[in-house]
């Protein structure tokens, strides 16, 4: 089955700063990579994602690249602000499920 | 309300005790999952349902027994469980699983922490 890891399992950043986490995956089948963001005591919620057949995505801050070759994919924050702290996981889905990183736990200081 | 609800929020119990954790989601969706969230671990996927059908189990124990009588709602049934098995489950839907688009976007509940003594 898929097997996910994820990298830091923390980070600590400056405001302003840029954050990046790595993930890596092992199932060459799995074509969907959705990022999580669960905030202390709240349900985990997307933030972005990307399919297989495209490299880069951006939205405002965050940015996600995929190299499909290589199976890993990383999510980038840029001009982090406090309220980025959180958990974010990485996650890999291939037809019947979803297997997700351990987490990186990034906090922002001001 | 992201239309995905877990009851209990918070559940004690001891370890002869039988409970059930409930979850509805009023989105429509025709998949639905558990998820055990523990201290410094993944999220471990537990049970996937299809269009009412187990697609999914992964070596969870047989302490845990889960049922989905409806697209709408699913359940874990707890039995005899240990105290290794303390954490937040999780419940979470999708449009559906399809082996081109994966599982699409999941919807996660709120959770329900679970204490077992």
């Known amino acids: 089955g898929e097997n996910v890891e994820q990298h830091p399992s923390t980070l600590s950043v400056q405001e302003g700063d840029s954050a990046v986490i790595k993930c890596t995956y092992s199932?060459?089948?799995?074509?969907?990579f959705p990022w999580y963001k669960q905030e202390l005591g709240k349900r985990p919620q997307l933030i972005i994602d990307i399919r297989s057949n495209v490299g880069e995505k951006k939205d405002q801050r965050i940015a996600v690249t995929l190299n499909k070759t290589a199976k890993h994919f990383s999510l980038h924050i840029t001009e982090t602000q406090p309220e980025d702290s959180a958990v974010y996981f990485c996650?890999?889905?291939?037809?019947?499920?979803?297997?997700f990183g351990a987490g990186t736990r990034l906090t922002v200081k001001p | 309300e992201t239309g995905v609800t877990q009851t209990p929020r918070h559940l004690v119990m001891g370890m002869t005790n039988k409970k059930s954790l409930k979850c509805e989601q009023h989105l429509g969706h025709n998949a639905m999952y558990w998820y055990k969230q523990s201290a410094k671990k993944p999220l471990e996927l537990m049970f996937v349902y299809n269009f009412k059908e187990q697609t999914e189990n992964n070596s969870v124990p047989s302490r845990f027994s889960p049922e989905c009588p409806n697209s709408s709602h699913l359940f874990l049934h707890l039995h005899t469980l240990q105290p290794e098995d303390s954490a937040l489950y999780l419940c979470?839907?999708?449009?559906?699983?399809?082996?081109?688009?994966?599982?699409?976007?999941?919807?996660f509940g709120e959770g329900s922490r679970l204490t077992v003594l």
């Open positions: 996650a890999a889905s291939g037809s019947n499920d979803m297997r």
């Open positions: 199932d060459s089948a799995s074509n969907y």
């Open positions: 979470a839907s999708s449009p559906g699983t399809s082996g081109r688009l994966g599982t699409g976007e999941l919807f």
